[in-house]
Every structure is written in C-alpha cells, then in structure tokens.
Nanobody
Framework: VQLQACGGGLVQAGGSLRLSCKAA????????MRWYRQLPGEQREMVAV???????DYVDSVKGRFTVSRDNVRRTMYLQMDNLKPEDTAVYYC?????????WGQGTLVTVSS
C-alpha cells in the first residue's frame, strides 16, 4: 500500500489550499480514508474522515472550513481547506487502515501566515 500526499504550501490567513492523496496497492473504493495533521512535538490529530460510502466527519476546529472528498476512479482523496488560520499550520498526512495495519502518506506541510 502506498499513499502519496501533495498540495501543501504557504498561504496567508483566509486563503485556501487543496491537498491530494493518491493511493495504490489497495481496493481504494472500499477503504475509509483519513487526513491527520501534526505539529512539532505534538500528537497527530485526525482532521477529517471519509468512508467508502462518502460519509464524512471532521474535528470541530475545521468544521465549516474544510471539506474532504474522494474520487474512486482516480484513487484519490482530497482535502479542500478554506478560510485557513495560522493554527492550521502543520504537516498533513493521509491515512488508511487495511487488515488492522495503518498506512501513512509522507506528509505535506501547510503553513498559514498571519
């Protein structure tokens, strides 16, 4: 299983970014997919989740600003991040679980300047 995340960058507060996570080596359409983020010295925090049926959930701090979606044909998950805030600055990781094992993308850095 391979997950490749991209789309991070530097943006001013109030701006937008879209992250992508392309998956290989799994039956993407049936897997629940997640976005996490991590600040230095802190634990990873789950930001958003999308099930195989397209049901979504978010951490409270991003509700109304972030939108997770998936394209099963392209085997890709997305995270549209709008109205970004400095506290959204972190390394963002995509994640899935298969046969009780967690798989992670390499992380993509999002920096939001005030």
């Amino acid at each position: 299983v391979q997950l490749q995340a991209c789309g991070g960058g530097l943006v001013q507060a109030g701006g937008s970014l879209r992250l992508s996570c392309k998956a290989a080596g799994l039956n993407f359409g049936i897997n629940t997919m997640r976005w996490y983020r991590q600040l230095p010295g802190e634990q990873r925090e789950m930001v958003a989740v999308i099930t195989s049926r397209g049901n979504t959930d978010y951490v409270d701090s991003v509700k109304g600003r972030f939108t997770v979606s998936r394209d099963n044909v392209r085997r890709t998950m997305y995270l549209q991040m709008d109205n970004l805030k400095p506290e959204d600055t972190a390394v963002y990781y995509c994640n899935t679980e298969l046969r009780s094992r967690n798989y992670w993308g390499q992380g993509t850095l999002v920096t939001v300047s005030s």
